[in-house]
């Protein structure tokens, strides 16, 4: 598929406005037509049949099955039920004394609202925002890495804000591109990570800067569009300056949970992370070394990952940003501890980051965590990693993020409030 297609927005770009429009017109066309008795009666069944329909469909997978993991907020809803109405009275559309073309209109019909729908329901989410990002691939080109020898000094002579100069041929955007990291020591198979760098490394004789660790949650991959832009706007509005954010490769496929542990079955992405990733990044990026300087920041999936590797590797990741994290590995499979720790519950429990934060010492860890207001699955885990931080002696804050549920908005509104405690923290602008 050619990249103009794999990057059209489906949020709030030119594809949905399409589809609505198509399914609004398919609706005025089934009701420019006599309007009898018998067919005011099949169109209004069938609107109320197939909402019906769909508030039992969103009851059970929602508040019943719980398939997945968080409840669908207002907007999701209204887009499912309004689906199913449209497609309720295009199926009445197929009764009576009709003409067989309005058969075939309705046919059609059918399949432009179910994708209208579709859209409808992803843009309400707000995380899948491209089409390359709902396939699970990538359209960025292999970045161009900076020189970096490994010599940079572990602290630098002052604040970046301070220090740096920025010369007049400076970028004024950061650049996006895909890395091929070694799985040497893991031999995990991941995709291949995404890696920005702000315009401040991208000048000659860069100075080394922060660095920042990001995981995303599942299903998905690594995807940095919405980070760049931030982080964009944010060095633009001091003198370039951002971290180096590199965004790799947990699950190893979409829909895969490895939970960011070595396991049997599904990799050995802990070491993948600490062994090959880290060393990478320290080789091959110029970054400043000392622990102060690099984050662990996550969403969902991957917040939980943050919390875990910043509870554990405190001698190597100074901050932790955990967005709308899972409590533990595996929190939404009851068997977890069964089918990966020989049902020894106590080995389970060791690797959920509360127990981790219990036994360890953080004298200087910031700890960054973050929830949809509206999200009621996740902010309870939330909240009990946020007291166990403090408890630990972490820097923690909580934010819940106003009007976010488990979607777009959290990520945003968590990625805003972690950046805002990042800037001083790294150097990057006045405390």
Known sequence: MPDFLLNLNLVDGPVIYL???????AVVYFFVRKPTAVWLLSAT?????????????????DKVWDWYGTDFLPATTTWIVITFAAVGLAIASFFGRVRWWRRVI???AIVVFVLTGALGVNASIGITKTMAALLGVSTEKPLDLPDANGTHPANPAGPLYQTFTPPADMPAEGTLGTVDIPNTNSGFVARPALAYVPPAGLVKNAPALPVIIQLNGMPGGPGLDDPKAMLDKLAAE???LAPIVINP?????????????????????ETYIMKDVVPYVKAHFNVLQDPKYWTFLGFSNGGECAAYFGAKYPSVFGNIADISGDEYPGVEDAYTALEFFNNDQAAYQATWPV????KGTYPDTLA???VGALDDNFAPGVKRTYDAAVKAGM???????PGAGHDGNALDGGLSVAYAALYPRLGLSKP
């Open 355 to 358: 127990n981790i934060m219990a």
């Open 45 to 61: 069944v069938g609107l109320l049949a197939g909402a019906a329909f769909a508030l039992l469909a969103v009851y059970l997978t």
């Open 368 to 370: 960054i965590f973050t």
């Open 106 to 108: 309705a046919g059609i």
């Open 249 to 269: 490769d947990q699950l190893g496929s979409p829909t895969t949970d490895p939970m960011c542990l070595d396991t049997k079955d599904r990799g050995q992405v």
């Open 19 to 25: 589809f609505v429009g198509l399914s609004l017109a």
């Open 395 to 401: 820097k923690a804050s909580y934010t819940a993020i």
């Open 238 to 240: 001091n003198n370039g």
